[in-house]
Each structure stands twice: as C-alpha cells, then as structure tokens.
C-alpha cells in the first residue's frame, strides 16, 4: 500500500534540509543534531556513538529482538551544479551520493512507527520487538564508520537481528528495488607503489636504471596478476590510476610513486592477490635494478548479501509491496562499509532506483524523491514481518 502523503512530504522536507547542509565525512555534527532533535521528538531513544556524529536511534528499546536499517549521513568534496531550490549551502560540498536519501527513508520510517502507520508484528510478545536505526558517519572515507559502530558496547546492546540499508541507484527506474543475493560489491583496497632507484640525465640512461621505465612495466605487469594468477571464476580489477615521475625531457627521475585499487568478490582471493601483487611489483623493478615499496591499505570487505534473507524480502515484496517492482540487478565493483555488518549480522543491501539519470558522485546528480515512498512502503511491509526478527513467529 502506498505512503500517507504526509509521511512522504515529511521525508522529502527532511531530505531537503540535509541536502541544503551538506557535511564531509566524520564531520556531520550539525546532520546528527538537527535528525536527533527531530527524532527525540518522535519518542526515540537516542544512543550517541562516542568520538564520532554516528549514532543510533532505538523503537522499544526495552525489546529483545531488533532489526536494524543503515543511513549514511556523509557527503562528498563536489561542487554541486544543479539549480535545484534546495542545492547545497555549503560551498564544494554535496550530497552526491543519495545518502540524503537514506536519512530521509529512515526518518519516514521513523515516523511511520511514531504515528502508528508502519507497525511490527504482534505475536503475542509485541513487546519484545524492536527497531535501531543506525546513522553512520564517514562511509566515504577508509576506514569507513562501520567498524567504531559494530565494536561498540551501544550497537551490541540492540544488536539487530538482520540489517537492511538502500542505496540509491540512477541506472535503475523510480519503482525499481534492485536485489542480488550473495556476494553483491566488491572488496577495494588501496595501493601505493614506489619504484626507486638511479635517476640522472635523460640523454645518458645506461647510467641510471630509469626507474620511469621499471615503473611503467609493473603497471603492465600488475595485470597479469589479474589475469593469470588469479581463477577467472572470481571478478576483480586492478586499476592503477595515478602515475607520478617528476622528472623533465632530459631528466630521469629517481623514483616514481603510483596508486591504485584492487577490488574483487572473495575474501581469499584477496588474500592470494595482495601477496601476487607485492610479489610482482617487487620482483618486476628488481630485475631492472630499482626496488619497489608496495603498501596495500585494507578497504572494505566483500558485500555479501545473505542469501536466504535477500530471496525471502523479495518475495514478500513482490507479493505485498504493489509500487514496487522487485528486478535482479547485476553484481558490482563498487565497494561499501554496509559490508561489515553484513559480516556478522544476516544483511541485504538493496538498490533504490531513482530515476535513471546523472551518476552517483557527479556534480548533477539528483534523484527523484519519489523513490522515497517506494522505499518507505517496502519497510512498512517489511516491519510487519516477525520473520525478519529471526524468531518465526515464536
Ligand atoms: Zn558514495
Ligand atoms: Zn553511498
């Protein structure tokens, strides 16, 4: 059944005022006390998460059995370019990641149980159930918000049961929920590489060992531990995206740094990879005389969705939940921290669709609001459901 209007026009006015004021990563104060002021006056419990903005709100926190829904509160260093009314007010910050969105679906979600609208299952123990959600700050940033949240006592008193968390998706239409059971995004780590060793004048490189050239043939070879050391069944890239070598026309430098990402699908398989990859890269600038300095900087893990939760929502979904159009979607390279919960907690990152349009991370990104309600309609299906709880109607 569709949202009442006034929950929508609440989301969207919540989603409009954390657009306008958009806060960089581990510095969203202000987002963290204006959705804290907003939702103590619903009647909920607030838990801050020391040392960071990341907080949780709680439904029944007397409950013993939680679900937990996840909203970023970060935005990104872009200079918005849209002419929309609401545009960021804060010069060369945006929301460009939707996760304005995502506060906004929890916010309705929020007042959908305030105002009664959304309600959780009553087997005859209501008492017992409950709701966190988590607001997490600096998921844009390494090493991510997730980690403080999921090692503190606060989130291990409502540990949810399961985990859910949308993310806006303008490659799908408005209506569309996207669903990819198991291993979903990729891991992604960070690399930095230096080649170095004996620079000196351009037109006498016998003299040097041209640690340009050592370095441009560990780019190459680096892809053949993508490509032949790593089993084909498994996706991964290895992308190197920054080449750095002052030197001039005439001046071979002494060293070259560089950095990249490695992503891919399975946690040993990363394993195998960073090993191949300082191997390679060591190895390759050897035999030419250089060394390299390989420092691969841990990321996110893989996102896997769990399977049996993941098929069970869809069904539902697609039986209850009529402005929603349930699709399979493909899986990704792109990585998220939604990843660490789903470790440990049976999780289901699902794509919103918000209207096919400019990129997640562009200056002109702008999703359609409506998505808002179609979300907020598949939580409130959702939340009806003791099945969610872990506990099968007992
Ligand atoms: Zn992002
Ligand atoms: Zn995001």
């Known amino acids: 059944m569709p949202i009442a209007q006034s929950i929508f026009r609440y989301a969207q006015a919540v989603r409009r005022r954390v657009h306008a004021h958009p806060e960089l990563s581990a510095q969203e104060w202000h987002t963290a006390s204006y959705l804290q002021a907003e939702l103590a006056a619903l009647g909920w419990s607030l838990v801050t998460i020391p040392e960071t903005p990341s907080f949780l ?10 679900i937990g829904y996840r909203a970023e509160l970060d935005a990104l260093p872009i200079a918005e370019a849209t002419d929309l009314p609401y545009a960021s007010e ?26 009664g609208s959304a309600v959780l299952p009553t087997y005859g123990d209501a008492a017992s159930y409950g709701v966190v959600l988590v607001f997490e700050s600096s998921e844009e940033l390494l090493p991510g918000g997730a980690p403080a949240i999921l090692a503190s006592s606060e989130f291990a008193r409502y540990r949810p049961r399961s985990i859910f968390a949308f993310h806006a998706d303008p490659s799908l239409a408005t209506g569309q929920i996207g669903f990819h059971p198991g291993a979903f995004m990729a891991s992604c780590d960070e690399l930095y590489i230096t080649v170095a060793g004996q620079g000196g004048h351009g037109a006498m490189p016998h ?13 190459v070879a680096l892809q053949a531990v993508r490509a032949r ?8 890239v290895l992308t190197i995206g920054r080449v750095e070598a002052s030197g001039a026309t005439n001046v071979i430098p002494h060293e ?16 195998q990879a960073h090993a191949r990859i300082a191997t390679v890269a060591e190895r390759v600038a050897e035999s030419m ?67 096919v349009g400019a990129g997640l991370h562009t200056s002109t990104f702008s999703p359609d ?21 872990g506990s099968r109607g007992t």
């Open 229 to 236: 050391m790593l089993p084909p069944f498994t996706p991964s």
């Open 90 to 115: 804060n010069a060369g910050v945006m929301h460009a990641c939707g996760h304005d969105m995502h506060m906004a679906i929890a916010m309705g979600l929020a007042k959908m149980l305030a105002e």
């Open 289 to 355: 005389g250089n060394t390299a300095q390989v420092e691969i900087r841990h990321g996110y893990p893989v996102l896997v969705n769990a399977p049996d939760l993941c098929q069970w929502v869809k069904r539902q979904l697609s039986a209850e939940c009529e402005n929603a159009e349930c699709v399979e979607v493909p899986m990704r390279m792109t990585a998220d921290d939604f990843a660490y919960y789903a470790q440990q907690i049976p999780g289901l990152y699902l794509r919103l669709g918000v209207g």
């Open 256 to 271: 070259v740094k560089m950095q990249g990402t490695f992503r891919t699908h399975d946690e040993e398989v990363r394993r």
């Open 207 to 219: 003299l040097t060992t041209d640690p340009v050239l050592a370095a441009a043939h560990v780019v």
């Open 57 to 66: 709100a709680v439904w029944n926190p007397r409950g013993e059995r939680f």
């Open 369 to 389: 609001e409506q998505a808002l309600g179609v979300a907020l309609s598949a939580l409130q299906v959702l939340c009806q459901h003791a099945e969610l709880w």
